[in-house]
T-cell receptor
Framework: AQSVTQPDIHITVSEGASLELRCNYSYGATPYLFWYVQSPGQGLQLLLKYFSGDTLVQGIKGFEAEFKRSQSSFNLRKPSVHWSDAAEYFCAVGLNNNDMRFGAGTRLTVKP | GAVVSQHPSRVICKSGTSVKIECRSLDFQATTMFWYRQFPKQSLMLMATSNEGSKATYEQGVEKDKFLINHASLTLSTLTVTSAHPEDSSFYIC????????????FGSGTRLTVV
């Protein structure tokens, strides 16, 4: 079955520490891949996206993600987390029919 | 560029009334718009895909008669929650697509609907 999986529901990291949020997908072909961030009561902001080419993608706010075809993964990383990064993060895939499906989300808490 | 405006951001309505939510693409023409629903602490669930000038395509389990979608122009789609009930209370988000292949998704800021 087609799916997007974010294995971690909640992650807590200390400010200044590195971060990696996991995302795996299960689709017949390589879909378009996205990471979005959502602050409470707000819409979604695009952090980065992968369509093709270089598998390491740079995004806004110091985030990057790496597409690994062999693992069907698109993990989000940041070398040093800031308190303002606390939010909900969603991995998503865009399909050829212009549809988009989201993972369940990972809530990030940043400790001082 | 690529701004999507969603209005209202918050609405409280009485049970049995209808509420209309607007989604506008401000600086591009959106051939397709999507409506999502998000319950607290959960992910976004696609409700329907709205194509300009044609009927919306609803996801399985979404009541067409309850969630009326109109996409009358390339810059505006509306979602009307008819005869709202407390269980319809949720966060509704729209997104607009400029093209094909998943490239042009831009999200609105969402609408918090509370039915009392």
């Amino acid at each position: 079955a087609q799916s997007v999986t974010q294995p971690d529901i909640h992650i807590t990291v200390s400010e200044g520490a590195s971060l990696e949020l996991r995302c795996n997908y299960s689709y017949g072909a390589t879909p378009y891949l996205f990471w979005y961030v959502q602050s409470p009561g707000q819409g979604l902001q695009l952090l980065l996206k992968y369509f093709s080419g270089d598998t390491l993608v740079q995004g806004i706010k110091g985030f990057e993600a790496e597409f690994k075809r062999s693992q069907s993964s698109f993990n989000l990383r940041k070398p040093s987390v800031h308190w303002s990064d606390a939010a909900e993060y969603f991995c998503a895939v865009g399909l050829n029919n212009n549809d988009m499906r989201f993972g369940a989300g990972t809530r990030l808490t940043v400790k001082p | 560029g690529a701004v999507v405006s969603q209005h209202p951001s918050r609405v409280i309505c009485k049970s049995g009334t209808s509420v209309k939510i607007e989604c506008r693409s401000l600086d591009f023409q959106a051939t397709t718009m999507f409506w999502y629903r998000q319950f607290p602490k959960q992910s976004l669930m696609l409700m329907a895909t709205s194509n300009e000038g044609s009927k919306a395509t609803y996801e399985q389990g979404v009541e067409k008669d309850k969630f009326l979608i109109n996409h009358a122009s390339l810059t505006l789609s509306t979602l009307t929650v008819t005869s709202a009930h407390p269980e319809d209370s949720s966060f509704y988000i729209c997104s607009a697509s400029r093209g094909t292949g998943g490239e042009g998704y831009t999200f609105g800021s969402g609408t918090r609907l509370t039915v009392v």
